[in-house]
Every structure is written in structure tokens, then in C-alpha cells.
């Protein structure tokens, strides 16, 4: 019988994930995938259903390989394995997009966590021993190489991995690759492009709660821009300087 051949926004229904969800696995070499002619990918059927039943294998052997980016970051994520369950479905931590359920679940009545898979403390949850102690994820965005150059050799020192791009391409492509927890803008890059990045990050569903700290010179202030932005940390800064910031902000393994 000849295979189902399957896009990636019909793999993505049948996954309950979003398309940019399957390009990620794609890209990672979790789900295997063909080439058409005109650029587009095709997934067997078969092949979909052998990654969503290793999900949690690839998640070990990720972890065995030294990888810096953990996959399943998000409990909705980790509770199926990379499918949304409907238990998550109804839950305030999936509904809000919230970065982590541990930071929700001491309102839970209030705000609607379900704490469908909450057996015992969060201390003791082996999704929060997983997730809580990871290095914080920290994209850069700027067009100063001198910049990059500085933090790439001085990031090693601090508790956080880190990114670079230089445009609104290079950091989508970045978002889908690294999901950051926390995203550097530089103001040099003109206040258009900035106030947009911002915009365009606060609705990323690749990324829910992402924080976004703004690079500006001494005494600058950019106008139109404060929506969303966490914290400002002047320029020229290292990695050391960077990770004072992103402790103060907080997030995961600061």
C-alpha cells in the first residue's frame, strides 16, 4: 500500500504542534523528510509516528550528547512527548503560554492550572529538575561586530548560552533553532526596527514569555519602545555584564 504523504501543516494538525514545531524536528534530524521540487517538505505518515513515539528517547539522548538547547521546553510539551494533550489544552499554563507552569502553580485556583500532571512538590517533578536548572538561553541581536566578538569571549564565564543575529531573518531563523528565554535588542539598529522586533517577539508562540532586554548607549532612551521591555543594560557591556542582567530579570538557571 502506497505510504500517506503528509505536509508539514497537516503533520503539524495530526501533532496538535504548530508547522514551524515539525520544520524545528525537521531540522534537528527528529523527523525525517523530503525535498519537492519547488522547495517544500514531505513527511510519510510512518515516519510522523515513529518521531512522536521517541520523543522522549530524543530527549535523553540530547542530553547524553551535550546538547545546550533542550528540547521539550515548555510542560505542554514535555507532558505529551511533543503532542498537546487535551488535559493541557484546558490548562491556564497552555492558555497563557506561560515560559514555565512552576511559576503559575501557586495561583493555580485563581488563574485555572489544572495541575493535571502534578503529582508531587515542583521541587520533586522531574520536568522542573529538567527545566529549572538549564542555563538561561540569551539571543543578542545587533549589526556590531565588536560587540559579538566581545561577548563571544567573555559569555563562557557566565551561566547562559548564547546567540547572535543581525536582522529580523537571522533572528527568526534563530528563534526557531535556539528558542531563547530572554532577547538583547541593540538600539543602534534604529527605532522602526527595534519597536518591530519587539512587536513581533511578544507573538511569537515559538517563544511564549520571552523577555526582552533593550542595549542602549549612556543616558539613551528610545521612545516608543518600552512595551514588553524587561530591563536595559548600557553598552558596551560584556558577558559577565549580560548575566548580572539576566539574573536581576530572572529566569531559568539564573
Not at 550528547?65 to 497552555?94: H, I, K, M
Not at 502553580?105 to 529538567?130: I, N, P, S
Not at 547562559?160 to 537571522?170: Q, S
Not at 517577539?201 to 520571552?210: A, N, T
Request: glycine letters at 8%.
Amino acid at each position: 500500500m502506497e505510504a500517506e504523504i503528509l505536509t508539514t501543516g497537516e503533520a503539524a494538525r495530526v501533532c496538535a504542534v504548530t508547522p514551524d514545531t515539525v520544520l524545528k524536528w525537521i531540522r534537528s534530524g527528529r523527523l525525517k523528510a523530503q525535498r519537492t521540487v519547488g522547495g517544500h517538505h514531505r513527511i510519510r505518515r510512518q515516519d510522523l509516528d515513529r518521531a512522536i513515539g521517541t520523543e522522549a528517547q530524543f530527549e535523553s539522548r540530547a542530553e547524553e550528547a551535550g546538547a545546550t538547547v533542550a528540547p521539550l521546553r515548555y510542560c505542554w510539551e514535555y507532558n505529551g512527548g511533543g503532542r498537546l494533550l487535551e488535559a493541557c489544552r484546558e490548562c491556564a499554563v497552555y492558555r497563557m503560554r506561560a515560559h514555565r507552569c512552576y511559576e503559575v502553580v501557586q495561583h493555580a485556583r485563581a488563574v485555572g492550572h489544572k495541575k493535571a500532571f502534578c503529582r508531587k512538590t515542583c521541587a520533586d517533578c522531574e520536568y522542573y529538575r529538567l527545566v529549572h536548572l538549564q542555563a538561561a538561553n540569551v539571543l543578542t541581536i545587533t549589526d556590531n561586530e565588536r560587540l559579538v566578538r566581545h561577548l563571544q569571549e567573555t559569555a563562557t564565564r557566565a551561566r547562559f548560552n548564547v546567540e547572535f543575529a543581525n536582522c529580523e531573518y537571522t533572528c527568526s531563523a534563530a528563534v526557531d533553532r535556539f528558542r531563547p528565554d530572554f532577547v538583547v535588542i541593540d538600539c543602534s539598529l534604529g527605532r522602526d526596527v527595534v519597536r518591530d522586533m519587539i512587536e513581533h517577539l511578544q507573538v511569537d508562540p515559538r517563544i511564549p514569555g520571552v523577555r526582552v532586554i533593550l542595549a542602549v548607549e549612556p543616558g539613551e532612551v528610545v521612545s516608543g519602545c518600552d512595551k514588553g521591555v524587561f530591563a536595559r543594560i548600557e553598552k558596551p557591556f560584556s558577558g559577565d555584564d549580560l548575566a548580572t542582567c539576566v539574573s536581576a530579570v530572572g529566569g531559568p538557571g539564573v
